[in-house]
């Protein structure tokens, strides 16, 4: 008898460790999403006349009542060419780079519908350079552009669940930044000698919920 109650127990106490683990596996804190806007072909569907969110790709960790949220965006491009009418050169550099951090909370749910506010830190980095040599007579200029910005700002985001782990979300900001720009140029016309000018000041930026996000939940 002792012994069949101690295998009630075990029995017991096994289905209860089963169960747990089975809610604690239906418990997915970590998403990884990817803007599909690009790749499904549809045209911008937001209410404003302002740019879409610069982030491709975004990651979040969800607690009980907060989310953490990263996003990150960017571009590179170089073009080398040479004239074959006249021989000349140019060569053109470009980085991108946009990086947000955050938080947001669930304000709002409806079915599968869910609306989430926060706000986030941003920080946007934009170099270019612009290399052009004549073959001959000619003016050889040379134009160098640094630009970077820091600041933050609320966002408020939609969310519809398609089932526990898959979501589609789009989202809205307004950030206030900081940004400093310096331009260096030089030509043939002053000796080839730096003419740097430089700019600084502030400013705000709408982003319009014009993106789709592709959230796998895990």
């Given amino acids: 008898m ?6 009630i127990i075990c029995l017991s106490f096994s289905t209860f460790l089963i169960a747990q683990v089975e809610e604690e596996e239906k ?14 072909g ?31 965006g960017g571009s590179y491009s170089s073009t080398d060419s040479e004239s074959d009418s006249n021989g000349s050169t140019s ?27 926060g706000g986030d830190f941003v920080t946007n980095l934009n170099y270019s350079k612009n290399e052009w040599k004549p073959s001959g007579q000619g003016q050889a200029t040379f134009n160098e ?3 970077k910005s820091y600041g933050f700002g609320p966002v408020l985001v939609v969310q519809y669940h398609l089932n526990d782990r898959i979501m589609l979300s789009t989202e809205s900001a307004m950030y206030f930044s900081r940004f400093e720009q310096e ?14 000018t430089s700019q600084s000041g502030v400013v705000s930026n709408l982003f319009e919920a014009a993106n789709l996000y592709l959230n796998i939940r895990f």
């Fill in 145 to 147: 552009s640094d630009y």
């Fill in 2 to 7: 002792k012994n069949l109650f101690a295998l």
């Fill in 27 to 40: 418990t997915y804190r970590h998403s990884v999403g990817v803007n599909i806007k690009s790749i499904i």
């Fill in 42 to 72: 549809i045209s911008d569907f937001g209410f404003f006349a302002s740019p879409s969110s610069p982030y491709s790709f975004q990651y979040r960790f969800d607690t009980n009542k907060v989310g953490f949220r990263l996003g990150y």
């Fill in 183 to 196: 331009n260096l140029t030089r030509s043939s016309n002053t000796n080839f000698e730096d003419q740097l």
């Fill in 91 to 117: 060569d053109y550099t470009r980085r991108l780079t946009d990086i947000r951090l955050g938080l947001d909370f669930a304000i709002f749910k409806y079915g599968k519908f869910e609306a989430r506010a």
